[in-house]
């Protein structure tokens, strides 16, 4: 595997540590404060500490901590590749060099009667949480065997143990049975300690990085995706293309057969004509709706321009211009709004308009004689947000429950359109939708088979 592979499956944790090393900084910095507090304030409370060590110790905390923050700010200018290891490197160095210190921190405030000897749980802590395996058992084996070395020391005379008043006694400091009960026990909390947490840390490793190799394989799906996408709206912009020039040829053809010809034409021939002409016309208007629907799925058509549209006027002058239609198909189109409300939405004009056309157009095609197309206009609040709702019902053939899923779908047409009438390309209604999507509105329908259907609009309102 390449460093640059590595990098990016890198878990989240794994990519956390890079940021500890500056953590453990600022957090030796509040020791370096609590080392000099406890050199002031704990020689009022426990007239036998000695102050002088814990100073000393401050100072040298502070020194190695400086030289950390140092390296730690080279290190975070090198390349990733050899960033990580770096910084695993500084951390466990700072950890060792920790210990040192609080090792002379114990011996000079109690020894085995230390108050401070359980801050080392916080270093497996620490190593266990975001440091390897290897090392959390590097640090168990150091910690058990420093403290013993140093309990040992004490109670020979190796070193002249520190009793405080207070809170050492003496004679435990001296016991070798308090000692090696002491050492049992301790050791043994951390290594159950430092266990339990190494096997939540290889579980959630494991998770992240399955996550992680997941995650990269969505990606490279969605690319896929994209990319098939992409290829299918240049296909799609070839064929209309290439389909046009023999098409308009074909119509040259028949119009001339027509003049040159005109009322000589035999009967049968005539009606052949007709046929052609029809299909010739359904052709280039599915070229037309392909190449729009290519343009609206292309990138930069993609992109509505949003203006405030008042709705009512443009849904008024929607219906007068399709009164004639309605009435030569023995419809009655009827609008139900507030003339008076001010109806505002963020909303792309021209594509807009498109839409309610193309609603209302299909409302006029598939309703029976006799009936009635309503287009109403409301502001609803919908999934806790305001918009404008746009309803066109009509009392036509319906749609049966099987089949809306699939209504928005390019080139399909639902088994009662197809009986009803043979004009319709299947497309009308996936352009119609997508367009309303690009400018943030939404498009839904609700249908009772042989009784009609209601096709809902909505677009986010203004005030």
Same mark, same amino acid.
Not at 21 to 35: E, Q
Not at 147 to 159: K, R, S, V
């Given at each position: ?11 989240? !944790? ?8 500056? &953590?453990?900084? @600022? ?14 304030? @704990? ?27 140092? /390296? ?6 090198? +390349?990733?590749?050899?960033? =990580? ?6 951390? =466990? ?24 000897? $359980?801050?080392?749980? #916080? ?14 058992? #590097? ?5 058990? %065997? ?19 008043? *207070? ?16 050492? /049992? &026990? ?10 339990? /947490? @190494? ?51 074909? =119509? ?9 010809? @005109?009322?000589? !034409? +035999?009967?049968?021939?005539? *009606? ?30 993609? =992109?509505? %321009? ?46 807009? $308009? ?43 053939? *319906? ?11 390019? #080139? ?16 009308? /209604? ?21 009784? *009609? ?11």
């Amino acid at each position: 595997m390449t460093p640059a592979s590595r990098d990016a499956l890198r878990t989240p !944790l794994e990519a956390a540590t890079l940021a500890r090393v500056a &953590w453990l900084v @600022g957090m030796r910095w509040a020791f370096v404060a609590g080392l000099v507090l406890c050199a002031v304030a @704990g020689r009022m409370l426990l007239p036998d500490l000695p102050v002088l060590p814990f100073l000393l110790l401050a100072l040298l905390t502070g020194a190695y901590n400086t030289l950390a923050h140092f /390296l730690n700010s080279r290190v975070a200018a090198l +390349p990733e590749e050899r960033k =990580q290891a770096l910084v695993h490197a500084l951390i =466990q160095g700072q950890i060792i060099a920790d210990w040192l210190v609080l090792l002379a921190v114990v011996h000079y405030s109690g020894g085995i009667e230390s108050p401070l000897l $359980q801050v080392f749980v #916080f270093h497996v802590v620490l190593s266990a949480v975001f440091l390897r395996p290897r090392f959390t058992v #590097f640090a168990l084996l150091f910690i058990t %065997v420093a403290l013993n070395l140093l309990f040992a020391a004490e109670a020979t005379g190796l070193l002249q143990p520190v009793v405080l008043r *207070g809170l050492s006694n003496p004679e435990r400091q001296h016991s070798w049975l308090h000692i090696l009960h002491f050492s /049992l &026990w301790h050791a043994l909390t951390l290594a159950v300690m430092a266990l339990l /947490l @190494g096997a939540v840390m290889r579980g959630l490793r494991r998770r992240e990085a399955e996550a992680l190799r997941m995650r990269h394989r969505l990606e490279q799906a969605n690319r896929d995706i994209l990319r098939i996408s992409e290829e299918r709206v240049r296909l799609m912009r070839t064929m209309g293309h290439e389909l046009r020039s023999p098409i308009a040829a074909a =119509q040259s053809m028949l119009s001339a057969l027509e003049l040159s010809q @005109g009322p000589a !034409l +035999p009967e049968a021939v005539r *009606g052949i004509h007709q046929r052609i002409s029809q299909r010739l016309l359904g052709l280039t208007a599915l070229i037309s709706e392909l190449l729009e629907l290519a343009e609206q799925r292309g990138s930069a058509a993609g =992109q509505a %321009v949003l203006r405030r549209v008042d709705l009512p006027p443009m849904l008024e002058a929607l219906l007068a211009d399709q009164m004639d239609r309605a009435r030569e198909a023995g419809l009655a189109l009827v609008g139900d709004w507030d003339g008076q409300a001010a109806h505002l939405a963020g909303a792309d004009p021209l594509r807009l $308009q498109r839409v309610c056309e193309n609603l209302v157009s299909n409302a006029i095609k598939y309703s029976r004689p006799g009936g009635t197309v309503s287009v109403s206009l409301a502001a609803v609040e919908w999934d806790g947000a305001p918009w404008v709702e746009i309803r066109v019902r009509d009392e036509g053939i *319906g749609i049966a429950p099987d089949q809306l899923p699939r209504l928005f779908t390019e #080139f399909y047409r639902t088994p009662q359109s197809r009986r009803h009438t043979t004009q319709g390309t299947g497309l009308g /209604l996936a352009i119609t939708r997508e367009l309303v999507e690009s400018m943030g509105g939404t498009l839904g329908v609700e249908s009772v088979l042989d009784k *009609g259907s209601t096709f809902i609009l909505r677009l986010p309102r203004l005030s």
